[in-house]
């Protein structure tokens, strides 16, 4: 106890370079454990993001591409699926329901999901859990449901009204203030980009870009998304005589039920360039992709397949599933990669904590000349160094734990927001123990050094003066 | 205490011989009748300038009934169907890396659908796995459920 007393004065006479190794300590420990944290709630906050969904559908581009727009609401979609294409999938025998999403618009720099009320009741996260409203219902027309980080940030509730903005900035400067939606819901949090967005109707969004108000004619007719114009510009650009061509093709090779299908088809785009008057009109002309949920699971790897191939119209399908997968797989070397560098910051760390003991050994040399003359042995010299490093270390740790919490209560919010990520203040898991157990013994092992050179210095050393 | 000791025994080697003979390793050749052939898989290029072969062709490949039930051993690459952020818990097990993106998915007598519950750590996905368990054969007239095979898996582990 006595050894331990005498450590620590001999510490607090040496403040300044105490401070400054516990610091490098303290800041080598935070990156090894947040490195690690970070990564894994990343991982855990995009693996929960989606489930129960088994194919994902967009413009032809790369899977993960796909999977981060139309989900984690990251990058912008490249390009748009038509809505006779959409049509022609949710219609097929094999699927059990369909979502469409169209996005590229925001309120305050939160995501604008344009969609169906079928996607509360369809949407999964976190191993199946579907989405649960706190207050409100789903959107009807010129009606929005936002998400539960929205709500709080915004201050919304049922019943306030939302403007929405054109363009995914956090600022626009050409909102569609003409058409302000009513909150008739908020979501639960979920932890996923669903906290983050404000879900419309589509044919809300569609009257927003300057698709054909249809107020009298809504009322007219009972199916709400009519629009006779729309249609007739965007969507039939797509149309032509080749189809035609190609579905001939099509029914050679596809099996029974797609023939129907497709028979099916052309005779809709007949009718739909040819008579106005009886044709469904799509609440908006283009979607950016379309989620997808099948009769048979397994059943996903065809339909990818079919989807893939389908010649009317450049698609991509994915299975959430494996493009996660595939993510992962992807990053496994970025990982290695960043768990390599926090190993090398904290051996950094422990040599700069070797460098200093070695320096100021040579600066207490007559410190340790008077204990070892008034009777300390070469071990109380040995002991003193070490538990000195191991007391250095142990504060070190501490304040990069603290460090570490302040640093993600600051910053969670702003990842939370560009990364759609969730990170929380967890409890500190066995692997974080092990890692903080892990640099306190390599500390006494490394202030086994200096001791050691302390130990071997003889007595006379110190107390003869040389300059 | 003897008599004890002769009977565990006993019965211990009468179980080992017979756990290793349970668990048959099967191979993908061994999932399609015999006289029937896997269509060929070609290059991408093949199917490209030939979109009729584009889809699978064959969705009522024949299975082998002869294996419903038996506890069998099968290597083969896992495609994800649900997981959670460290474990794969139903996957589709197929004979060939990147099945499905380039070229036209095996057919159904080729996939084996595959649940979990304990899960496959992802590094485990990453390149080709053992897999083990009791498969069931598909009943031919189920329309909708297109992969020949189902598996309970108990096992799951590197193939290398």
Redesign the interface.
């Known amino acids: 106890m006595k050894l331990f007393r005498l450590a620590l004065a001999s510490l607090l006479s040496r403040k300044t370079n105490a401070l400054l190794t516990i610091f490098a300590i303290a800041i080598s420990v935070m990156l090894l454990l947040g490195v690690e944290r970070v990564s894994q709630q990343t991982r855990a906050g995009f693996a929960n993001t989606i489930s129960g969904t088994d194919l994902i559908v967009g413009a032809r581009s790369g899977s993960v591409n796909l999977l981060l727009y139309s989900v984690f609401h990251i990058g912008n979609p490249t390009a748009n699926v038509s809505w006779q294409t959409y049509e022609r999938f949710a219609n097929h025998p094999q699927v059990a329901w369909s979502v469409p999403i169209a996005l590229g618009d925001s309120v305050r720099g939160f995501p604008v999901i344009a969609t169906e009320p079928a996607y509360f009741e369809h949407f999964r996260f976190a191993q199946q859990q579907p989405l649960t409203f706190v207050e409100g219902q789903p959107f009807a027309r010129e009606q929005a449901v936002v998400g539960a980080q929205v709500a709080q940030q915004l201050g919304l509730q049922v019943g306030s009204e939302l403007v929405v903005a054109h363009g995914t900035g956090s600022v626009s400067f050409h909102e569609h203030d003409d058409h302000p939606l009513i909150i008739s819901g908020v979501l639960a949090r979920t932890g996923t980009p669903v906290d983050q967005a404000i879900f419309i109707s589509l044919r809300d969004l569609d009257i927003m870009h300057g698709g054909d108000h249809d107020h009298d004619h809504d009322h007219e007719h009972e199916h709400e998304h009519e629009s006779h114009a729309g249609n007739d510009e965007h969507g039939h650009m797509h149309q032509s005589d080749e189809h035609n061509h190609e579905h001939q093709h099509g029914h050679t090779h596809q099996n029974h039920d797609h023939g129907h299908e497709h028979s099916h088809q052309n005779h809709e785009h007949e009718h739909a360039s040819h008579e106005h008057e009886h044709v469904v009109q799509p609440p908006i002309p283009s979607i950016s992709a379309f989620l997808v949920g099948l009769q048979s699971r397994p059943r996903a790897i065809f339909m990818q397949r079919e989807i893939n191939t389908y010649r009317d119209e450049p698609l991509t399908a994915i299975m959430p599933g494996a493009t996660l997968q595939e993510l992962w797989r992807t990053l496994s070397g970025f990982e290695t990669a960043l768990s390599i560098v926090s190993a090398f910051v904290l051996l950094t760390g422990l040599i700069g904590m070797l460098a200093t003991l070695l320096a100021s050994l040579r600066e207490r040399r007559r410190e340790m000349a008077v204990l070892r003359a008034i009777g300390a042995g070469p071990k109380t010299i040995f002991t003193l160094l070490v538990s000195e490093a191991v007391v250095l270390t142990a504060v070190g740790i501490a304040v990069g734990v603290a460090l570490l919490y302040g640093m993600v209560a600051v910053l969670a919010p702003w990842i939370q927001s560009s990364f759609g990520v969730v990170v929380s203040l967890g409890a500190i898991s066995t692997e974080e123990w092990q890692r903080m157990g892990i640099v306190l013994v390599a500390s006494f092992f490394i202030s086994c050094i200096p001791a050691w050179r302390a130990y071997r210095n003889s007595l006379a050393d110190g107390l003869s003066m040389r300059f | 205490m003897k008599f004890w000791l002769t009977l565990v025994t006993l019965a211990f080697l009468a179980c080992v011989p017979q756990v290793q003979a349970d668990v048959r390793t099967l191979n993908w050749n061994e999932l399609k009748p015999s006289d029937w052939k896997a269509p060929p898989v070609r290059d991408p290029m093949f ?1 490209e300038q030939n ?7 064959s ?1 009522d490949a024949p299975v082998v009934p002869e294996l419903d039930g038996l506890r069998i051993k099968l290597p083969g690459y ?9 474990r ?1 818990t ?3 097990l ?1 004979p060939y890396f990147g ?2 993106i380039h070229v ?2 095996p057919p159904p007598n080729q ?1 084996v ?1 595959v649940t979990f519950p304990e899960g496959v750590p ?2 485990v ?2 390149d080709a796995v053992w897999v083990t368990g009791t498969i069931k054969v598909e009943h031919k007239d189920s329309d ?4 020949g095979y189902q598996l309970e898996a108990t096992a799951v582990e590197p193939y290398f």
Request: net charge negative; with cysteine.
């Open positions: 199917y979109p009729e072969a584009q889809i699978q062709q969705l896992v495609v994800q169907l649900e997981g959670d952020d460290r794969v139903e996957f589709l197929v099945a499905c036209p998915p996939i659908h992802y590094p996905t990453y909708l459920a297109l992969v």
